[in-house]
């Protein structure tokens, strides 16, 4: 792997700024010993440029990324609403049936994957990190280890994970794994404080800096959580604050942004609001916040769902698609693609060919929608059924 190195030179004599003219610099610097000034360095990895790539083949035109990293609790509720016990080898037949879906490439550029699912493999042995690259998408992780309550904050919670997190890292990679998730979450309705924002940034950018450091392109996702009765424009408010703090905290980790993807929420309002917003207002309202915060350096916005119905989620995507932007703006959703496919299925297996077409109807759709051209016609009830819980825990 290439080595790149990018280095701040030392200031030269001309950079004593705001000194007067250059005879009245040159007594200075006769005068006084040149000031030591440190060099350094940009951080900049040996993975650079891999890291670069996988990042913009994941940004690939027309496709995003399938979440399926529910933790084995959350998976069991997923089983759970069709009536199956919550065992590993439920969950793999579950996986199963995702990550086999013939043709689901030409959508889909990344999975992102529950531990035990990198290393599992199909009922007849093939590994589920090689189903995914004959179809040309980017095995990817979770890697954080869920949300627990933040002391001293107003009701809201911080997420664990960095202990360990290089040599788990360098694990994941060795088995196939090449992008890596840390979901944080902020409450509006617990204000949010500046407590839990900051601890939320600074997570997300120690855990960038190290994903980085190990060849995985980290997924920054600090997620906005729907829960409130707040107006749209508060939504925005707190979305601003806490993209400035992360990528200022990213900027102090070295944290190469060619080489991140971010995964927002849809600015909307809250769930419990009176009004309901359109998709033009929210894509509006989003790309605004976006616009201001996120440098074009980063290859891609791939937005969760966060309880949307699946067309919600997809119509809100291709309003924010109708003219360019200056980043790849996709989907990385987990409820608004496994609805209807785990609704299909009930854990059948006369049903799992129906399931994956519903998957594809579901990836096609979204994929649409990242090119700005879907039209939502044709699409049954269960794709405009909510999935909205209040206090939902993944
Ligand atoms: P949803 O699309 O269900 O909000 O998923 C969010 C997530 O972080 C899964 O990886």
Redesign the pocket.
Known sequence: MAMVSLKLSAPSSQWIAGEGSFARRSRLLRTVPPRRVAVRSIRAGSYTDELVQTAKSIASPGRGIL?I?ESNATCGKRLDSIGLDNTEENRQAYRQLLLTTPGLGEYISGA?LFEETLYQSTTDGKKFVDCLRQEKIMPGI?VDKGLVPLPGSNNESWCQGLDGLASRCAEYYKQGARFA?W?TVVSIPCGPSALAVKEAAWGLARYAAIAQDNGLVPIV?P?ILLDGDHAIERTLEVAEKVWAEVFYYLAENNVVFEGILL?PSMVTPGAEHKEKASPETIAKCTLKMLKRRVPPAVPGIMF????QSEMEATLNLNAMNQSPNPWHVSF?????LQNTVLKTWQGCPENVEVAQKSLLVRAKANSLAQLGRYSGEGENEEAKAGMFQKGYT?
């Open positions: 979440a990293d992102i979770k998730k979901r996702e997620e995964k969760l769902s966060g309880g990385s959703y987990a409820r608004a993944y």
